[in-house]
């Protein structure tokens, strides 16, 4: 106590400072008085003889402004918080909120929010407020909001969190506002047509033989096989956008033609991750929420670093695509005019494009592949990892799926199959829609009102609302699913009872996702060759999935399992 008020009693030189200080410790001060006075006497002339110096008298102003700054701030988010919940008072408000803070001592990271999410839909209400610190969210699971929220036209925003990834992702498909989205998807919708997608079963293929080649150096052992799946989505990724992934590193680094699954890029996947991490860190953080206070802190100066990586790679891809693929795409533009439709695949279609009378600019391009490659890569291998999980845990469900590759392909085990095969696969999809029921890749997703909505009866949504859908409580709502613990295919057999908008592993409506048809053939190309070639049987100590959200769900310890060899008779 005696250093803080020697401290104050410097600072309390200045005219200014001396409002600051009295504010903070008019308590503290009053206990010793006397004493504290003589002290204080004789400290100020020794202070005034030797430190009146402009610079103190500076630094005291600036604490004064500091001050006064954070106290008017906190008063203004204080004033919006309150005026959003007056308007939502027709939503119950999760409780045991403390000031300034709110619920967020409860949330403090990707693996606790998903518990304290589900307590709160199953405790609270399907549709209930939260205060994560001075901000007010809805969080939803209830059927008639969800439908209202994910097929309106009007919230097309998604919520400020998304812009933790700007830096990265810039104003690609993604995170970008409603009026560039419209332009974007337009222009992109193109690149995903059923015709475009048959072309890359032969990347889904090349890729997985690569992925069966190495799980079998595994056979009969206790593996992670997250990383292995990780590797082959990144290769498989790079398909759409024409451009091998060894073709990246050679330009990149390695000097050498090697395939992301026999060299694995630990910088690009670490990267990825821990951009994932950071973004849900800064979600909860007072200092990583503002712009200017989160450069104060180590996750910036290691997204920084990150983002090179990051960036390196794309730029790679874009120049190396430039360098032999853009006449072939001009080629193709010039059969579109003789009237041959002839659609161009995703890097293509950008490298030719115009937004609003002219070509995308080489950071457009590069937003938009740095989009796809994030987007595209981590969502599917989460699903297809988390799908052979499920396998392993229910061997009947994994025979079925097995028999139906059997009575698909006959005798002889193919080396290659085709478009059509996998459409055929029927029952694999049914595990993978089960699989995506229980592990969505995306378990939570945001929405942000640019205006004040009018849901129903009156009832309103403030302008500058974020609007979390906790898809995961959804798909585990007995409501909607009977038995939702229960892993069962059968489910999505028939059509019957069908609520699309409380199964949303893509989300649903215009802002759904773009690639989810694409990541179909990518799953069932990738799941019926591991399942052709391996019976997937657990390790001797069964690690259950510990579950966190970071951006993608994430298991923390792993996707632990043991490969052995089939034999196709
Ligand atoms: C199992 C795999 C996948 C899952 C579960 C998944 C899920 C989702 C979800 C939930 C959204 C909405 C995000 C939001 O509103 O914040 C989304 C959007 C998006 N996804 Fe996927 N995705 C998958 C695979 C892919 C693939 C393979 C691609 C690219 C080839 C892709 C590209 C995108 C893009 C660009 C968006 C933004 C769409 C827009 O805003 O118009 N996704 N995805």
Redesign the pocket.
């Known amino acids: 106590m005696h250093d803080i008020a020697t401290w104050l009693i410097k600072i309390n030189n200045f005219p200014l400072s001396g409002v600051f200080v009295v504010s903070t410790t008019v308590v503290p001060l009053r206990v010793s008085e006397s004493r504290f006075a003589i002290r204080c006497r004789r400290r100020r002339a020794e202070t005034t003889r030797v430190d009146a110096s402009p610079s103190r008298l500076a630094m005291a102003l600036f604490l004064a402004l500091v001050a006064t700054f954070l106290a008017g701030w906190l008063c203004y988010q204080w004033y919006c918080m309150w005026t959003v919940r007056r308007k939502l008072a027709w939503m119950p408000e999760v409780p045991g909120g403390v000031p300034i803070l709110g619920n967020i001592l409860d949330v403090g990271n990707g693996r606790d929010m998903l518990k304290a999410f589900t307590r709160y839909v199953n405790t609270v209400g399907e549709l209930c407020t939260i205060q994560l610190l001075y901000e007010k969210y809805i969080l939803a699971t209830d059927y008639d909001f969800l439908e209202f929220v994910l097929s309106s036209t009007k919230i097309l925003d998604?919520g400020n969190e998304?812009q933790h990834l700007h830096d990265w992702l810039g104003s690609?498909?993604?995170?970008?506002t409603a009026t560039k989205?419209r332009k974007?998807?337009k222009m992109?919708t193109p690149a995903?047509h059923f015709s475009i997608l048959e072309q890359f079963t032969d990347v889904f293929e090349k890729n997985g033989k690569i992925l069966v080649e190495k799980l079998e150096e595994t056979c009969d052992k206790e593996i992670d096989v997250h990383p292995y799946i990780t590797w082959c989505a990144l290769d498989i990724?790079c398909g759409?956008l024409q451009v091998p992934y060894y073709e990246i590193f050679l330009e990149s680094s390695m000097g050498v033609p090697i395939q992301a699954q026999d060299n694995t890029d630990p910088e690009y996947v670490f990267a990825v991750k821990d951009m994932c991490r950071i973004l849900i860190e800064r979600m909860f953080s007072l200092l990583g929420r503002g712009q200017w206070t989160y450069k104060l802190t180590s996750n910036y100066r290691k997204e920084k670093k990150h983002l090179n990586v990051l960036h390196s790679r794309t730029k790679s891809v874009i120049q190396s695509r430039k360098k032999e693929g853009l006449n072939q795409a001009k080629a193709a533009i010039e059969d579109e005019d003789i009237g041959s439709k002839k659609k161009l695949a995703?890097l293509d279609s950008l490298l030719v494009a115009n937004i609003d009378g002219r070509p995308l600019t080489d950071d457009e391009i590069r937003e938009e592949v740095d989009?796809?490659m994030f987007?595209?890569?981590d969502?599917?291998a989460?699903?297809i990892s988390f799908c052979l999980y499920c396998l392993m845990r229910n061997p009947e469900a994994q025979a079925k799926a097995f028999e139906e590759q059997k009575t698909l392909f006959g005798g002889t085990l193919p080396d290659t199959v085709t478009h059509r095969d996998l459409q055929e696969m029927k029952y694999l999809e049914c595990v993978l829609k089960e699989t995506?029921r229980i592990y969505?890749?995306?378990p939570i997703?945001?929405?942000r009102t640019d205006s004040e909505i009018v849901y129903k009866d009156g009832k309103v949504i403030p302008k500058d609302t974020t609007i979390m859908?906790y898809?995961l409580g959804a798909h585990m709502n007995p409501k909607y699913f009977k038995d939702p613990e229960k892993f069962d295919p059968s489910r999505f057999e028939t059509n019957e009872g069908n609520k699309p908008f409380a199964y949303?592993?893509?989300?649903a409506g215009?802002?759904?996702?773009?690639?989810?048809k694409?990541?179909?053939l990518?799953?069932k190309s990738t799941v019926s060759r591991v399942l052709r070639h391996f019976e997937i049987l657990p390790p001797k100590e069964p690690k259950v999935p510990d579950l966190a959200a970071q951006a993608v769900l994430a298991s923390l310890n792993g996707i632990h399992l043991v490969l052995k060899k089939r034999t196709w008779t």
Do not use: D
């Open positions: 998604k998304y690609g498909l993604l995170i970008t989205w974007s998807r992109l995903f990724i759409p995703f989009t796809f987007a595209g890569h969502t599917t989460t699903a995506l969505p890749s995306v997703i945001a929405r859908i898809i949303t592993p893509f989300s215009p802002r759904n996702c773009i690639g989810q694409f990541a179909m990518e799953m």
